[in-house]
């Protein structure tokens, strides 16, 4: 079930206070119209009071959908450098829901993997490569192979994450985000080949990087950031 809560924060540009209803949880299943604003980029989208700079708040969001076994906790950016924290809290929350739910929603649960993912770009990373049928884990994967191809040209950018935003002409487009604070610096085309890699070499970097594999935090993410969080 879909709930809103308060919400506070400050706008990214100008620092000003915000304080509104947002949603603390959202039934994907039920509310269409917000899944295509989480879509396309506009989920929950306003201009602040004293700048006018239209920015996403953050703040903590349940997203769920039982039709597409999906359970995703987002997290404000800020909340990044306590993710070994907060991801077995992530994922103990379903195997209570799994137990306490009634018998049908259980059944629903059972086999959902949860995704713990930081700002609200990454939440429409996450819905738009669901929705677009790519595998979270090969993504994942064709990112870190991106990064070591393609080092010193994205490392001009400083600390950075990549983010699955569309495909052009069949060619998954990332948008490059800056670490920590989130902002767009510009986007990357991945290689064509690149997932045909990632699924050759797919059992080599399930040992290599098990975490993609298991965890709530499944982000190529948490293999690059070291303090820059
Ligand atoms: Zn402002």
């Excluded at 304080?19 to 989920?43: E, K, M, N, W, Y």
């Excluded at 929705?131 to 040209?153: F, Q, S, V, Y």
Aim: aromatic share 8%; net charge negative; with cysteine.
């Amino acid at each position: 079930m879909s709930q809103l809560g308060p919400g506070t924060g400050m706008c990214p540009r100008c620092q000003a206070a915000w304080s509104s209803a947002v949603f603390s949880s959202l039934d994907a299943d039920t509310i269409p119209a917000q899944v295509d604003a989480i879509l396309d980029g506009t989920f929950e989208l306003r201009a602040c009071t004293a700048c006018a700079f239209e920015f996403r708040p953050e703040h903590p969001m349940l997203f769920v959908s039982h039709v597409r076994r999906l359970w995703i906790v987002m997290h404000p950016l800020t909340d990044r450098r306590e993710y070994t924290t907060l991801e077995p809290a992530v994922e103990a929350t379903v195997v209570h829901e799994i137990v306490m739910a009634a018998p049908l929603v259980g059944d629903r649960l059972h086999g959902v993997r949860p995704r713990l993912v930081f700002g609200q770009h990454m939440l429409t990373e996450a819905v738009r490569a669901v929705w677009a049928g790519l595998d979270t884990n090969l993504l994942e994967i064709a990112k870190l192979l991106t990064i070591r191809r393609n080092l010193p040209a994205l490392m001009a950018y400083g600390p950075f994450e990549l983010c699955f935003e569309r495909f052009d002409d069949g060619n998954p487009v990332c948008a490059i985000h800056a670490l920590p604070d989130g902002a767009r610096l510009g986007e990357f085309a991945l290689a064509r080949d690149v997932f045909a890699e990632a699924v050759a070499g797919r059992s080599l970097m399930q040992q290599r990087f098990p975490a993609l594999f298991e965890r709530a935090y499944a982000s190529a993410t948490r293999y690059l950031i070291g303090t820059t969080l």
